[in-house]
């Protein structure tokens, strides 16, 4: 996207340091939301 002139070159490193930063607590999100024996209404999930 930087490449292109989509977004300033800054930006996108900022991008790719959040979501390297907040990735390990996305994949844990996901994986408690797959998980049968969670109750997502007691952990607050919009269902």
Known sequence: ???RGLVKPEEHATLKQQ??????????AVERYNDPDVDLLEDGWPI
């Open 19 to 28: 979501i390297k930063d907040e990735l390990p607590d996305w994949l844990g």
């Open 1 to 3: 996207m930087a490449e």
